[in-house]
Structure formats: C-alpha cells, structure tokens
C-alpha cells in the first residue's frame, strides 16, 4: 500500500514511494535497469517510455524524498551540481540572482563559471541580515539562492524572512538543505519554493553513491523541472537511485546520532587551548544559534573550527588523523575532515576566502558514527601532532 505524507518521517524514509512488488510481493523496491520499456501501441505505455524521461526506481526515489521535505513533486539527479545547474537553467539571460555568500565551492563556480557567461549574474550577500537580501535585489532578480546552514562557515540564514522577501519581489526562494537534511529543516514549511539536496552526503549517508535531489510543491515550477530534468538528461542510473533508496530508510536514526556526537565534540573543541574559534550551531557562542534552535530539530553533524599555528599545523592534524578519513565529502556513516581552502572551497577566489572566514587554520568535520570517545581521542592525537610543528 501507498503510505501519505501524513506519516512521521521516521515511517517516510522508509516506506514513502513505495510498495511491495505487484509481481513477487518483493518489500524492497526493484532495481529496473532497462533503457527503453514496450508500448502496446504508439504512445500506449504503463507509465515509462525511456529511462531518461522516468524509470520505476528513480521515481519511487522522488516520491520517497518528496514526501521527506513535504513537497508534491520531487526530481531526482545524476549529482547535486546537476541538480543546480538545471535548476538554473529556467533561468535566462539577463536574469539575475541573490547568492549566499558562504556556498558550496562547487556552487559557486556554477554560478561564476558556467552561468555568468551565459548571461545570468550573481551577487552574494551575507544573508544573516536578511535587510542585505533586500538590499541586494535588482528589477530583474529571478531568484534568490541559500544555504542554510552554510558551508564551511555553518552560517544560519532565516528562511521565513527571506522568503518574503524574495515573494515581494516577484523572485523564486531556493533552499539548499544538504547540511540539515528534512530530518533537521523543513524549508517548505518556512516559505522556500524549491529545496535542493547533495544525496550523495547525509540522504545516502554511505559514501557509495553520487547523486542530487530537487522539489516544489509549485506546479509551474514542478512542469519546469520536469523538462529540463528530460531535456538536459542529468539523471541518476537506476542502480544509485536503489542505493540512495536503502541510504534514506535509516537516515533519521543516523541523524539523531550525527547531533549527539558533534554536539559533545563541539562542547570539547571550545575547550581546547588550541582552536580559537568553533562554528557550530548548537554552542551558545555561535551567532546563529536562537535562530537555528527556532528553525531547526537539531545543530546537525558539521563542525568547522580555527586551528591555531596556520597552514603547518592544519596539515600535521590532518595527516594524523586516522579514524576521520582526510577527505572531500560530508554525511557519511565514517568521520572526515577536510581543509576548506585546499579542498572544496578551492574554487573561491583567495581574497573572497579570506573574506568569510575561510583561513589556513579552517577544519571542518563531519560527525560519523564512530563512538564518540574514539573519535575525541582521535583528534586529541591530532592536536597534538599539531603542536609538534
């Protein structure tokens, strides 16, 4: 049987979308690995025509996360950088858009590499005074792009209030929800018209597959994603919609354990006479956390702080580690850390690095689900290499 969006989101993630097999009553959703599907006349099908335009897994996914994020329709992509770049796509030349200033590198070289010489123009902004959103709005600002919380700097943005402003001005509110996962965030809820994920980080949650995820609950929008998600071709094969499948079934478990573990790592890095600074939202001392505590059920797994001793001693922790794998990514069951600047934020132009915060001393983690004493003991080795430099 079909199980409605009324559910609980434990009972969602894993029985959303789907039903057991007609033909062999298999609980799990089959993995369909076939290109093309037999018509019993021209244009007479069972639903599917070409795996491009839809397949029985890959929608089965859709349905699943869409009911996730409370949304009415849901897109599934070949990676979260296919997600946005289709996403951008509805855009045209001369359109422009209000960017967060602290993104995804990947992002941002979207929008400065492949969009600006298409003709559509970004302007970031800090969106923690949401008056800079408004402020940075043009007559022809089509949309208005967040990351809550951000990456690296773990950033909370409002997304109530910038929602209406984006709808005052006639633009479009894109939420991009990796970080909190619908676990942690309902942007929908607050006022966004389209959430967009990475389901290759915390959706999938094993590090085994590469994968992206749009919704709306917007009919035009929804009709527009749909061409382009056809048109443009970006879309996952069956066999990682199957895996990114089986990852969400335990996503709210891994969830609840990601936020205890980093909230008492970030707790101990505070203390720790070698890290200046601590950018979690769950600690007091981050600027953002009334805000997070009112938008989000929980600080999520990401922990980004200053090591103090610079470049030399950033790289003496990192090799040193040995349960946090040195590694690009997040969201994962394994630990990882990785160096912003070298790493997945090496796009970012130096001087607009040095502007939010992005130093030499910059480490971000994401919280596995080792235990937690394994891992402080793991990075209390680390800090100590560090202080041999």
């Not at 956390?289 to 030399?312: C, E, K, N, V």
């Not at 934020?345 to 596995?368: K, M, Q």
């Amino acid at each position: 049987m079909s199980h409605a969006p009324t559910h609980r989101p434990d009972t969602l993630a894993i029985h959303a979308g789907q039903s057991p097999d007609p033909v062999s009553g298999a609980v799990m959703q089959p993995i369909v690995l076939s290109s093309t599907f037999a018509q019993s006349g021209p244009g007479e099908h069972k639903g599917w025509d070409y795996s491009r335009s839809g397949n029985p897994t890959r929608d089965a996914l859709e349905r699943c996360l869409a009911a996730l994020e409370g949304a009415a329709h849901g897109f599934a992509f070949a990676s979260g950088c296919a997600a946005t770049t289709v996403i951008l796509h509805a855009l045209r030349p001369g359109d422009h858009v209000v960017c967060g200033d602290d993104v995804y590198g990947g992002t941002f070289r979207i929008f400065d590499k492949v969009m600006r010489p298409l003709g559509v123009s970004s302007t970031p902004v800090d969106m923690t005074d949401p008056a800079r959103v408004r402020g940075a709005l043009r007559p022809e600002t089509k949309l208005v792009w967040m990351e809550t919380p951000s990456n690296p700097m773990l950033k909370i943005f409002d997304i109530a209030e910038v929602a209406a402003i984006a709808r005052g001005a006639g633009a479009r509110l894109v939420v991009d929800n990796t970080f909190a996962t619908p676990m942690l965030q309902s942007p929908l809820a607050l006022g966004a018209d389209v959430v967009v994920h990475s389901t290759t980080k915390y959706i999938n949650g094993h590090s085994d597959a590469v994968g992206g995820f749009a919704c709306t609950s917007d009919a035009a929008t929804a009709e527009q994603l749909r061409f382009l998600q056809n048109a443009m071709g970006a879309v996952p094969s069956p066999f990682d919609c199957y895996l990114v499948l089986r990852g969400v079934k335990t996503l709210p478990v891994r969830m609840r354990q990601h936020v205890a573990s980093a909230g008492v790592l970030a707790a101990r890095l505070e203390a720790h006479p070698a890290v200046t600074r601590v950018l979690y939202p769950g600690l007091p001392s981050h600027p953002g956390h009334a805000l997070a505590t009112r938008q989000m059920r929980g600080a999520g797994g990401m922990i980004s702080f200053d090591l103090a001793g610079g470049l030399g001693a950033s790289r003496a922790f990192l090799k040193q580690l040995s349960i946090f794998a040195c590694a690009e990514s997040l969201g994962g069951v394994e630990s990882l850390a990785e160096h912003p600047a070298i790493m997945t934020h090496a796009s970012v132009p130096a001087e607009a690095r040095r502007a939010l915060g992005i130093g030499d001393g910059l480490i971000r983690l994401s919280v596995g689900l080792e235990d937690v004493e394994d891992l402080w003991g793991d990075l209390s080795s680390a800090f100590d290499a560090a202080a041999r430099v």
